[in-house]
């Protein structure tokens, strides 16, 4: 049975969390492929909340495998923090966690030059989490990374400690004048939570080979939206890697091929966390407004999230890189009370007036302009929709939505040109509804 994949369709906190559970309900693997502790998934079981910042979504499901695949970039402190909490809940996580060998381990001093980056590009900062993800990442390309496995051989890994922090501590104490990090208890530390975890390090790319070859049902988490990718996201205030389904067959070890449907999840709104252009961001009290309803602060670091409403025009050009069958809208029920609801269906680009000639013409753009122009300079061309009152929050049923609710799921379904198949009225677990091109399963 080929696998399903879930990713987000616009920058993260799209509600992924809450679908990827809803899918691992039906899943024998559920195997993330990207990102680090930089993300989190909110899942709440029985008015209870979790939140998995590593761990994959399906942990608190009983008889699935929960794999972080190579792909991913791993704090062994932060994912023995994360298990222990989980445990602490009743949670079986080492009857039901798998790590990949080949995982690239963040260290202290990929956090410390994190922070000092950051710091460094004053202005032009990105907004980073402060986790170490894109330092760890760069080593990773750079040939100067440390993995999972390299831990679990002393000699192998005290040698690339070294050469790594020779490096390091010679950029942190000579070119940002900060302390260094220090070595041999780095070490110790690092082999002692190698240790904790030997047990659940495997080769991540064959169990889920193994587990196709015997027609299981896997699922592929994704971790931040397609407009956070490294390539085809909004550069350079992007993640480190691969949010789409392209980063799947590298980031678990398994044949594009082996991919047989993709949905993605995307709220009924947009936000954004951090630095980086967001045409469709509103910044006064209404954005204040709908932050506030949708209690838009980051699962991970607890950030206001940006708000605006939603953009059609990169909704559609994530679905069409995805090569999405279908989407879940989440956070409806928090549109409720907007009047009117406006949806950017277009960009323009406002006219220029170069020194000493005539102003130039706007540019309409009715596609997502890519890295062809700076998406800071377009202003959205909006279509306004109708609003409702009514509170979702109790709605079981599409055909007991409200009107205009049902009218705006049907604009947006088509156009962004994919079917909506479920609709997300509440963060809990029976607040999800079968949305307007649902036709059965969604396995397949």
């Not at 790594?164 to 070119?175: D, G, M, P, Q």
């Not at 990169?314 to 069958?325: C, F, K, Q, S, T």
Request: glycine share 14%; with cysteine.
């Amino acid at each position: 049975m080929p696998a399903t994949a879930v990713v987000g369709l616009q920058w993260g906190d799209e509600g992924k969390g809450k679908v990827i559970d809803s899918f691992a309900a039906e899943a024998d693997v559920v195997a993330r492929y990207a990102g680090g502790n930089n993300a989190g998934h909110t899942v709440i079981v029985g008015g209870e909340k979790y939140v998995l910042h590593l761990i994959p979504g399906g942990i608190l499901h009983e008889g699935t495998v929960n794999l972080i695949g190579r792909g991913v970039v791993v704090s062994l402190e932060h994912l023995l923090y994360e298990m222990e909490g989980l445990e602490a809940r009743g949670v079986p996580v080492r009857e039901r966690l798998r790590l990949d060998a080949g995982c690239h381990v963040i260290f202290p001093y990929h956090r410390h030059l994190d922070r000092l980056l950051e710091r460094w590009r004053g202005s032009g900062r990105i907004g980073t989490t402060g986790r170490g993800i894109g330092p760890a990442y760069a080593d990773r390309v750079a040939r100067t990374g440390i993995r999972v496995g390299d831990l679990l051989q002393p000699a192998l890994f005290e040698s690339r400690l070294r050469a790594a922090l020779a490096e390091k501590n010679a950029i942190i104490a000579r070119v940002y004048e900060d302390d260094p990090e220090p070595a041999d208890r780095l070490y110790e530390e690092s082999r002692q939570q190698a240790e904790r975890l030997r047990e659940l390090i495997v080769d991540g790319g064959a169990l889920v080979r193994r587990a196709l070859a015997r027609s299981e049902r896997v699922l592929f988490e994704g971790a931040q939206g397609s407009l956070l990718d490294l390539d085809a996201g909004t550069y350079p205030y992007v993640t480190s890697s691969w949010t789409g389904v392209w980063g799947i067959a590298g980031g678990i070890g398994v044949a594009p091929r082996c991919i047989g449907r993709a949905f993605a999840v995307s709220k009924a709104y947009a936000t954004r966390v951090g630095e980086g252009p967001m045409p469709t961001e509103i910044t006064d009290e209404v954005g204040d407004r709908l932050r506030e309803a949708g209690n838009e602060y980051g699962a991970t670091t607890g950030r206001p999230r940006r708000c605006g409403w939603f953009d059609a025009v990169a909704a559609r050009y994530a679905a069409e890189l995805n090569g999405i069958d279908g989407l879940v809208l989440t956070n409806l029920d928090v549109l409720s009370g907007f009047h009117p609801l406006p949806v950017a269906v277009a960009y323009r680009v406002p006219a220029e007036v170069p020194a000493g000639g005539p102003a130039s013409g706007a540019e309409l753009l009715p596609e997502f302009p890519g890295a062809r122009l700076d998406l800071g300079r377009v202003e959205p061309v909006y279509e306004e929709l109708e609003g409702w009152d009514e509170d979702l929050t109790g709605v079981r049923s599409w055909k007991d939505l409200p009107g205009p609710a049902r009218a705006y799921v049907g604009f947006l379904e088509e156009r962004i040109g994919v079917p909506v198949l479920k609709v997300s009225v509440g963060p809990g677990r029976d607040q999800m509804i079968d949305g307007p091109s649902f036709a059965g399963g969604l396995w397949a």
